[in-house]
């Protein structure tokens, strides 16, 4: 089965760009949809970013629409998640997980990282 590490977190200033990256290990990573969630401090776990197999169908949440970008490289079985123009409101962690179905809903990814926090200053 695939495991997943998330890196590239870190403190960041308002404005400023980060990028994440996930690495799967252990199973074929072509095979699974990939997506970003985060969670920020007292908040429910919220979809950023999903792309498909191919990574030719990526699709965000409306409040990341336009600073943000996920990419996939199945050949270095890596995602990643491309942040610009951060704000405070960003302030979260973030995980990437993997699943059969191309989806925003947390439920229907079943293999999750255990997050990088991404802390955006103002």
């Known amino acids: 089965q695939v495991q997943l590490v998330e890196s590239g977190g870190g403190l960041v200033q308002a404005g400023g760009s980060l990028r994440l990256s996930c690495a799967a290990s252990?199973?074929?990573?072509?095979?699974?949809?990939m997506g970003w969630f985060r969670q920020a401090p007292g908040k429910e776990r919220e979809f950023v970013a999903v792309v498909n197999w191919r990574g030719t169908m990526p699709a965000y949440a409306d409040s990341v629409k336009g600073r943000f970008t996920v990419s996939r490289d199945n050949a270095k079985n890596t995602v990643y998640l491309e942040m610009s123009s951060l704000k405070p409101g960003d302030t979260a962690v973030y995980y990437c997980?993997?699943?059969?179905?191309?989806?925003?809903?947390?439920?229907?990814?079943?293999?999750w990282g255990r997050g990088t926090l991404v802390t955006v200053s103002s």
């Open positions: 997980a993997a699943g059969r179905v191309y989806s925003s809903r947390g439920s229907d990814f079943e293999i």
């Open positions: 252990g199973g074929t990573f072509s095979n699974y949809v």
